[in-house]
């Protein structure tokens, strides 16, 4: 069973250099693809990535070992995107939420999200190649933030919790982002699976069922 990440910490805290380099190559490629989502730029996002291990290190002596580091990570890795978008893309930041950004009601609360989605959506259940590779072009096409709720919490496997935690975001904020997120992958993905006939070929069907 390969160590866990406070253990990694710990190792490397005692000299054990190749411990934080597990941890390097355990988080690269996450880190790498949540940039990327946020600012939809390989150089930007490969930038960050490099700068969240170095910003790690940096403060590794304030690390705490007794609450999950993913998090912590990941957090660092969001806000020198909102920084970075924020001097270069200003529009783009706008979009990127913080603690600041609210779409709760005017009681903090938003009933659409009283009620837990229990049914497993169609996005969710895609096995076959094809239809995988359609999810993925679809979750391009989502707003940033949406892109970025939806991979961490089914790529990294974070609790609504650890979305508010990394992203600064109210609890409920992060369950409409994903509700809404959701609620857009289905509709792009039943309009993939079940395209409307184009007015041309309704035409022509019509016709020839008024000939027989």
């Not at 690390?63 to 890795?77: H, M």
């Not at 259940?125 to 094809?130: K, L, N, T, W």
């Not at 590779?133 to 709720?149: E, F, M, N, R, S």
Request: charged share 30%; glycine share 6%.
């Amino acid at each position: 069973m390969a160590p866990t990440d406070e253990v990694l910490l710990t190792q490397y805290k005692t000299g054990d250099g190749r411990a934080f380099r597990s941890l390097v190559d355990r988080y690269t490629a996450p880190l790498y693809n949540l940039a990327l989502r946020f600012l939809r730029d390989p150089m930007e996002a490969e930038n960050v990535t490099q700068e969240t291990f170095l910003r790690v290190v940096s403060a590794l002596d304030r690390v705490r070992l007794d609450i999950p580091f993913k998090p912590y990570l990941f957090q660092v890795a969001v806000n020198l995107c909102r920084d970075l978008a924020r001097k270069k893309h200003p529009m783009l930041f706008s979009d990127l939420g913080g603690a600041s950004r609210r779409e709760d009601g005017a009681d903090g609360t938003d009933a659409s999200e009283a009620i837990e989605d229990g049914a497993v959506p169609l996005w969710e259940r895609v096995q076959d190649e094809e239809l995988r590779a359609q999810l993925h072009t679809a979750i391009d096409g989502l707003p940033p933030i949406y892109q970025v709720v939806i991979t961490l919490r089914y790529a990294e496997e974070f609790s609504y919790e650890e979305i508010a935690q990394t992203l600064d975001l109210p609890l409920n904020t992060v369950r409409t982002h994903l509700r809404r997120a959701k609620n857009q992958l289905r509709l792009k993905l039943e309009k993939e699976l079940n395209p409307v006939p184009s007015q041309g070929v309704l035409q022509t069907r019509t016709a020839e069922g008024g000939a027989k």
